[in-house]
């Protein structure tokens, strides 16, 4: 097949490299917590499933916050506080959908 010059001039996906580079090291025996690709390695557990669900019946369907749901903020602050004993403001709380969402929103 014939390619456009243009479409010969992109680059790979630099998440896709490192997730291969990660899957390299892991393969070495290396410990590695990779978080280039957001691709769960285990089945989506059945209470996740219940809360898409449970979601989608309440048209909770929009995009959220960037520095995400409020009450989820306060609920993670809230367990920080319990196992650290140290309970950030919400506005010290950021929960995002992956890595990237992070550093570039």
């Known amino acids: 097949m014939r390619i456009s010059l243009r479409l010969s001039r ?3 996906s ?3 490299a490192m997730n291969v580079k990660a899957q390299e090291l892991k393969a070495q025996g290396k ?5 280039a690709v957001g691709e769960p390695d285990f089945p989506t557990p ?3 499933k219940d809360a898409a669900k449970a979601a989608l019946d309440a048209n909770f369907t ?4 960037v520095p995400g749901i409020p009450e ?4 993670v602050g809230g367990y920080f506080g319990n196992f650290y004993g140290v309970t950030p403001a919400r506005e010290a709380v950021i929960v995002s959908n992956g ?3 992070v550093l570039y929103n």
């Open 46 to 48: 059945a209470h996740v």
């Open 31 to 35: 410990a590695v917590i990779s978080l």
């Open 14 to 16: 630099a998440t896709l």
């Open 10 to 12: 992109i680059k790979p």
């Open 72 to 75: 989820l903020r306060d609920a």
């Open 62 to 65: 929009r995009y959220t916050p």
């Open 99 to 101: 890595g990237k969402q």
